[in-house]
């Protein structure tokens, strides 16, 4: 148990469909971040959270909508998604500023059909 | 960017063999932070280094920041069928936040009993 949970665990949607992702932390943190793991291709970091303030946004395409409405919860809202975005996504949390490292949810596993 | 290279990309040992992994930077870090990730979860923090030469252990996990701050390495030792998973490294700059990390591709382990 990290103290970051993420639900659903797995996913099967359509590319019509809209479906959101949840984490939530409850390790006191200020930071939230989305990353995207495909198989055989390293983390990618989607979105960054400092304070409720979305800080980093690198270069994701629209059809993924974050929403985080505190320090302790973070949303991630699908909508006409593509085949491609097939992965596991991860939510994790950390202290900003901190070096102590990133504690990550179990991670959605999402299949586009 | 930066770029992590991590070595090997995967390993086949037996039960009870050593283990030597490593993660090598064209630029430096300040922190070095080693994480596993079983089949199926997120990737969970081992051992977090922050200064230049340290050696530290967690059980039977044994990392170093090496002395140029551009490379860390992991050593597992009698490894056991649970050690199977995926290592990860992730290279961190100060002030930078633990969400601007720089990850390697990752290290699969495979243990055979």
């Known amino acids: 148990e990290t103290g970051v949970t993420q639900t659903p665990r797995h996913l099967v949607m359509g590319m019509t469909n809209k479906k959101s992702l949840k984490c939530e932390q409850h390790?006191?943190?200020?930071?939230m971040y989305w990353y995207k793991q495909s198989a055989k291709k390293p983390l990618e970091l989607m979105f960054v959270?400092?304070?409720?303030?979305?800080?980093e946004n690198n270069s994701v395409p629209s059809r993924f909508s974050p929403e985080c409405p505190n320090s302790s919860h973070l949303f991630l809202h699908l909508h006409t998604l593509q085949p491609e975005d097939s992965a596991l996504y991860l939510c994790a949390s950390s202290q900003w500023p901190g070096e102590d490292g990133l504690f990550f949810g179990s991670g959605t596993q999402l299949s586009v059909l | 960017g930066q770029q992590l290279n991590q070595s090997p990309q995967s390993m086949f040992i037996q039960e009870g063999e050593d283990v030597s992994m490593n993660c090598t930077s064209s630029?430096?870090?300040?922190?070095w932070l080693w994480y596993k990730q079983d089949p199926g979860e997120g990737p969970v923090l081992l051992i977090a280094?922050?200064?230049?030469?340290e050696l530290t252990s967690n059980g039977r996990l044994t990392a170093q920041f090496g002395t140029t701050r551009k490379d860390s390495f992991l050593n597992i030792s009698a490894s056991i069928p649970s050690d199977v998973g995926i290592y990860f490294c992730a290279g961190q700059l100060r002030n930078f936040g633990a969400g601007k990390s720089t990850f390697g591709d990752g290290t699969t382990l495979t243990v055979k009993p």
């Open positions: 630029s430096i870090f300040n922190t």
């Open positions: 390790l006191g943190h200020n930071a």
């Open positions: 280094l922050y200064k230049a030469g």
């Open positions: 959270y400092n304070f409720k303030e979305q800080t």
